[in-house]
């Protein structure tokens, strides 16, 4: 019985890895999730709104997550910078959100490429977007 408990558990702790990793070999992801989520005030034109935006980046390795991870200090504060730039009604559409996503894409690819000399991430998903 000893025995067939350590088998099940090694075969749930298999399963567990190659479930996590999206099946992709070596058990890593391409997507790297940037928490906590970016919380920013926004001009709406007579005020302040508050804009949660949950993003993920997509590695053009995964064996760069720890590489991005490192400067994540950085790649926060060129977002936290840009977010809050913006007005409520620049992103309030599908187009204005997906400028804001190109936009994000070039400003963190731009600051690994000068920390790193590696754009490193193919691109940056909003995951969640809420202005209120």
């Known amino acids: 019985m ?3 408990l350590q088998i099940m558990m090694l075969f749930f702790l298999g399963m567990n890895t190659v479930m996590a990793g999206g099946g992709s070999g070596g058990g ?6 940037i ?3 970016f919380v920013v005030n926004i001009n709406n034109g007579n005020g302040f709104n508050f804009l949660q935006v949950n993003t993920e980046l997509k590695l053009s390795n995964p064996e760069f ?3 991005v991870t490192h400067h994540m ?3 926060r504060h060129i977002m936290i ?3 809050s730039s913006k007005s409520s009604e620049e992103i309030r559409t599908l187009e204005g959100k997906e400028q804001l996503r190109e936009q994000a894409l070039e400003a963190i690819q731009t600051v690994l490429e000068q920390e790193t000399g590696d ?3 193919e691109a940056v998903y909003f995951t969640g977007f809420v202005i209120q």
């Open 73 to 75: 200090a950085a790649i």
């Open 65 to 67: 997550a720890g590489m």
């Open 119 to 121: 754009t490193a991430i």
């Open 28 to 33: 890593q992801s391409n997507y790297l999730p």
């Open 2 to 4: 000893k025995y067939f």
């Open 35 to 37: 928490d906590p989520p």
């Open 81 to 83: 910078m840009l977010l």
